[in-house]
């Protein structure tokens, strides 16, 4: 009996020391290269920070075709809200951009 509670007591104190070490975090690192909406991105940061439309939009049709062979969803998204940036008043693009920046986000699923 005596060494029953050894044994038991043993396993607590060894289950409680291992169950209680430190966990090891990994960080997990998107490529840029690997995601088509980084341009996106980076160019709705632009817009959000006050910049002003340029040469770019001719490559909006390209990046949404990009996107949509990936998440027809986002694409759908991306393309809707370019299209509004572009009719809008230069006033309100900054807002624009930043409400298409946070839809665009990467989500955990």
Not at 57 to 67: I, N
Request: with cysteine; hydrophobic share 40%; proline share 6%.
């Amino acid at each position: 009996m005596r060494r029953l509670c050894f044994v038991c007591a043993t396993f607590l104190v060894l289950g409680w020391t291992l169950g209680c070490s430190p966990v090891r975090i990994e960080k997990i690192e998107v490529k840029a290269s690997n995601d088509p909406l980084h341009e996106p991105r980076l160019i709705l940061e632009r817009y959000a920070s006050g910049q002003a439309l340029g040469s770019e939009v001719e490559s909006f049709p390209k990046l949404v075709e990009d996107v949509r062979k990936v998440d027809a969803t986002r694409a759908d998204v991306l393309d809707k809200g370019l299209n509004d940036l572009q009719k809008a008043s230069t006033n309100a693009r900054p807002a624009l951009a930043k409400n298409l920046l946070a839809q665009l986000q990467p989500s955990m699923k």
